[in-house]
């Protein structure tokens, strides 16, 4: 079983996201196709992005947990 969970992808307005560990927080970025930044924050285990502000196309989810597991996925936005 993977550690993390994101859904739904391709995503419109917010992405979820479900880590194993329940009690535990992360860290998030979104990088777009040129390696820049577009959005940063932190999220519960149960937590919500918000990607309503970003175009449609392909990015970058970097996740780190609190206890240093990293994890990265393709992020598609379609509105």
């Known amino acids: 079983m993977k550690n993390i969970a ?5 995503a419109a307005n917010e992405v979820n996201v479900m880590l194993k560990n329940k009690s535990e927080t992360a860290s998030y970025s979104i990088y ?3 390696g820049r930044i577009v959005a940063k ?4 285990a149960e937590g919500k992005i918000n990607v ?3 175009a ?3 990015y970058i989810l970097s996740i780190e947990t609190k206890n240093g597991e990293k994890f990265t996925d393709k992020l ?3 509105k």
């Open 32 to 34: 777009d196709r040129s």
């Open 56 to 58: 449609n196309g392909n």
């Open 76 to 78: 598609m936005i379609k």
């Open 52 to 54: 309503s502000n970003l």
């Open 41 to 44: 924050g932190n999220i519960s």
């Open 6 to 10: 994101i859904y739904p992808n391709p």
